[in-house]
């Protein structure tokens, strides 16, 4: 969330400044060059969150493959419908 907005909320003052969407280079529009130091910084921030993305998509690949796998059938004691499945059920899950 927090890249979320550290990376929209400075495109929306920038907006709001008067900056053209969708320009790959303003360096000809010299009223828009007080604008680079936050560009950088979103694209830094960028950069950031799509590691973190990165990160996540490693880990739910290798939890998949290479993850522990759940030996009991309620392992944090829940009470929770999803918990009184068998650990490998058959067809509708839930008997009766």
Do not use: C
Request: aromatic fraction near 18%; glycine fraction near 8%; charged fraction near 15%.
């Amino acid at each position: 969330m927090v890249g979320a907005y550290l990376i929209f909320w400075p495109m929306h003052y920038e907006g709001l400044a008067g900056v053209p969407r969708r320009y790959l280079d303003l360096r000809d529009w010299h009223s828009f060059n007080k604008f680079d130091d936050l560009n950088k910084m979103i694209t830094v921030v960028s950069i950031i969150v799509f590691a973190a993305q990165l990160m996540f998509v490693f880990n739910f690949f290798y939890s998949i493959f290479k993850g522990r796998k759940v030996r009991t059938q309620n392992p944090w004691g829940s009470n929770t419908l999803e918990w009184t499945t068998p650990i490998n059920p058959g067809h509708g899950n839930w008997p009766g």
